[in-house]
């Protein structure tokens, strides 16, 4: 399961990042890492993008960068 299909609501817990490159070292500086808990706050009204909270800070996800991470 990714990221992308979560629920508003849940916590989860980042299993894996896919990807190459520039983009998986960007998801990473936002502070998703293997072993991080996100919690699920809002998914805009057309799916794109999802807010979540990450490390105490809050964060918004484009639905291409979501599905990169595994939860």
Same mark, same amino acid.
Not at 18 to 36: L, P, Q, S, V
Not at 38 to 61: F, H, M, N, Q, W
């Given at each position: &399961? +990714?990221?992308?299909?979560?629920?508003?609501?849940? +916590?989860?817990? *980042?299993?894996?990042?896919?990807?190459?490159?520039?983009? #998986?070292?960007?998801? &990473?500086? &936002?502070?998703?890492?293997?072993?991080?808990?996100? %919690?699920?706050?809002?998914?805009?009204?057309?799916?794109?993008? *999802?807010?979540? +909270? *990450?490390?105490? %800070?809050?964060?918004?996800?484009? #639905?291409?960068?979501?599905? &990169?991470?595994?939860?």
């Amino acid at each position: &399961m +990714t990221l992308k299909e979560a629920k508003v609501g849940q +916590t989860v817990t *980042v299993k894996k990042l896919t990807g190459e490159g520039a983009i #998986k070292r960007r998801i &990473m500086d &936002m502070g998703i890492t293997k072993g991080t808990e996100i %919690y699920i706050r809002k998914v805009a009204p057309l799916g794109d993008p *999802v807010e979540v +909270t *990450v490390r105490g %800070y809050e964060l918004s996800l484009r #639905k291409s960068d979501a599905e &990169m991470v595994e939860i």
